[in-house]
């Protein structure tokens, strides 16, 4: 059994429409594949329809959040969310707010660029992502085609990184009701790429007992973007706070390198996911 629990379409900020994603994980072997644009749940009934004969598919979201600790900036947090009911009120409306959010932030965040100097319009950036959920890596091919910059990694390390003088944050939601708004909605929480310090500031050992406090059902251990040692942590961390461990490869098309499947989750700790899963179903058979 082979099974990526993280994936983006271009219904946020992939490069692959649902029915390619879904064709994608198939022609790479794996026997489960979860569908988590930022923000919406959009995309999971073309995923559904176009699914392959075989292949599971689990409905999800990555719900952008922060934690905001006492004395310093928030610090940005990834909540994948799984098996919740797409027509929760509260977690609908608070999916609908943060969209809101990008395109508000996005619009600022590429002013701030184009009154730098930086070749880019917002009208065509928001046109080029086709209505899905606008991001940083809608901004980064912009700044790619432009010339400005050789690569969409670039782009992040440099002009789109949170200590780019060019940062525009966003009003993401407290990562404690992100987590009580996807338990209520049936959904199962677990806490992304958690040690992904490229990303930028990530947030220690007390914040994630508070997350479990509030809700918090798993770590994504195995990921790209975490080391061996960022990962023997997490696990560590998971098992002495009993959460579930995933694996994933937080897969984008050709907006970033890393191939579908890249990280997977274990058999049994994905059965256990999935029983702890109560506000929709896997598409599978
Ligand atoms: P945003 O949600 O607009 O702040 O943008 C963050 C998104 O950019 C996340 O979905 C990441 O997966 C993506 N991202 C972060 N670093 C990179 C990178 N180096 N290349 C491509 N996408 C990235
Ligand atoms: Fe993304
Ligand atoms: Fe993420
Ligand atoms: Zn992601």
Known sequence: MRIDLHTHSSVSDGTDTPAE?????????????????????????????????????????????????????????????????PDHPGLLAERARLRAERLTRGERFVG??????????????????????????????????????????EAFATLLHPRSPHYVSKADTDVREGIALVRAAGGVPVFAHGLARKRGRVVGDDAIGVMVEAGLLGLEVDHPD???????????LAAELGLLVTGSSDYHGSNKTTPIGACTTDPGQFEA?????????????
Do not use: K
């Not at 075989?54 to 928030?74: A, F, Q, Y």
């Not at 999935?274 to 896997?282: E, V």
């Open 226 to 236: 975490h080391t061996d040692a960022e990962r023997e942590h997490l696990r560590g």
């Open 21 to 85: 994603l879904v064709a994608a994980a198939a022609a790479a072997g794996l026997d489960v594949v979860a569908l988590t644009d930022h923000d919406t749940s959009d995309g999971w009934v073309a995923a559904a329809a176009e699914r392959p004969p075989g292949l599971t598919l689990v409905p999800g979201m990555e719900l952008s959040c922060r934690w905001i600790p006492p004395d310093t900036p928030p610090i940005s947090v990834h909540l994948l969310a799984y098996l919740f009911d």
């Open 112 to 153: 701030n660029l184009a009154a730098a100097g930086y070749p880019v319009a917002w009208d065509r950036i928001v046109a080029a992502s086709a209505g899905g959920v606008v991001g940083r890596p809608h901004v980064a091919r912009a700044l790619v085609q432009a010339g400005v910059v050789p690569s969409v990694d």
């Open 273 to 285: 996911l999935l029983a702890a899963g109560t506000g929709s179903a896997p598409y599978r058979g």
